[in-house]
């Protein structure tokens, strides 16, 4: 990923405010290509937070780690890269905070406008 495709990226998480159907309006107008990139990016960013340190702070669950990273890659830039610096500010779980996790939006977007996935997950 390029640093336009990044900014671009954390600028639509930002207006999204956590909201899984204000992402889904902005995605609607993505072209198909857009769309993946946007899965792809998603999928590399909350990738980092899926290793050490970061997982030694989250509950000792595989979904439980997936949810953690894809909620804070949701929080937008600045929380991700406070947490990127600050490891012990990983939060131990977000068991009450999944409806605010806007992982795979782009995926559904893409199969609802074009029948095929984006094939990134």
């Not at 336009?4 to 159907?21: A, C, T």
């Not at 991700?80 to 992982?103: F, G, H, Q, R």
Request: contains cysteine; negative net charge; charged residues 25%.
């Amino acid at each position: 990923m390029n640093s336009n495709e990044l900014k671009s990226f954390w600028s639509v998480i930002e207006q999204s405010q956590n909201n899984v159907n204000r992402l889904q309006t902005i995605l609607e107008n993505y072209t198909k290509e857009e769309l993946i990139k946007f899965q792809e990016i998603f999928v590399e960013l909350s990738a980092e937070l899926k290793d050490e340190p970061y997982i030694d702070y989250m509950e000792d669950s595989e979904d439980g780690i997936e949810d953690i990273a894809n909620w804070i890659v949701s929080k937008g830039e600045i929380f991700y890269n406070n947490i990127l610096n600050n490891p012990e500010k990983t939060p131990y779980s977000v068991e009450n905070l999944t409806d605010e996790i806007l992982y795979g939006i782009a995926d559904d977007v893409c199969f609802e406008k074009y029948g095929i996935t984006t094939g990134i997950w």
